[in-house]
């Protein structure tokens, strides 16, 4: 049952496949083999990875997978450069691929005077510079442990599954929220505890498991498919040079879930 507080609701998206058109982690991996922070084996197989849930979503065991692919390939990599490669990045390999209707449902939920919450499995060196241009309020997301600078193999906190509703509930009582009275937004059935967190969850783009207890529950389901430019909330960044097997793998996932998503 969702936490109650006597507050003002907020909303919650998950961010791929919800937000954006695809991968968060697949489409700035481009700019970090750009810059020489990933290599390209790295790179190739986050691609198989992220082909895999583009096509057919996340299931515990793939997620628990993707959970030690995250971890292990940023190992090593200096903090600060990081986050300023994703940061330059977002303009141009995120910007053009978020959901028109994602941005409509922002634009009402801040006009009725709710705050917004990006919540994702991505490490939160992607997903803050995404929540940044979305004018999200806070993000929720995976925080790797870093040492002396450096990103270590560890993670401090996954947001995945449950631990996504822990920290929801966690901000609700921090900031006052009504999750009684508040939305979350998700395609993922691995987001069951997020969405029964709150009173009013929303399936978008849901994978077969999602859309079927959707369907059984009564939610909302709501199917996005005009992703578009956000406007420019920063000074774009320069565009990054991939080889050309990266491109040719997530033009091959890209197409792979449209024809899965119809």
Do not use: C
Request: hydrophobic share 45%; net charge positive.
């Amino acid at each position: 049952m969702p936490h109650t507080s006597p507050g003002r609701p907020a909303a919650f998206f998950d961010l791929d496949k919800t937000v954006i058109a695809g991968s968060s982690s697949l489409a700035l991996s481009k700019a970090f083999y750009a810059a020489g922070l990933l290599t390209r084996a790295g790179a190739l197989r986050g691609l198989y990875a992220q082909l895999g849930y583009l096509s057919f979503g996340a299931d515990h065991d793939q997620t628990e997978r993707m959970k030690e692919r995250l971890a292990r390939v940023s190992l090593g990599w200096d903090a600060a450069r990081t986050e300023a490669v994703a940061a330059a990045a977002v303009d141009t390999h995120v910007r053009p691929v978020v959901y028109r209707e994602a941005l409509e449902l922002i634009a009402e939920h801040r006009a009725a005077g709710e705050d917004v919450v990006v919540v994702s499995a991505s490490s939160e060196v992607v997903v803050r510079p995404i929540g940044e241009l979305l004018g999200a309020d806070h993000v929720i997301a995976t925080r790797p442990v870093v040492t002396d600078g450096r990103f270590t193999d560890q993670l401090e906190f996954y947001a995945y599954g449950p631990t996504k509703a822990t920290a929801i509930r966690e901000l609700a009582r921090e900031r006052g929220y009504d999750l009684t009275a508040s939305t979350a937004y998700s395609d993922s059935v691995t987001d069951l505890p997020m969405l029964e967190a709150v009173g009013n969850p929303v399936a978008v783009n849901p994978d077969r498991a999602l859309r079927r207890h959707a369907i059984a529950q009564g939610w909302l389901v709501r199917d996005f498919t005009r992703p578009v430019p956000v406007r420019p909330r920063r000074r774009p960044g320069a565009p990054a040079a991939v080889a050309m097997g990266t491109v040719l793998l997530a033009a091959l996932a890209w197409r792979t879930w449209r024809r899965t998503a119809r």
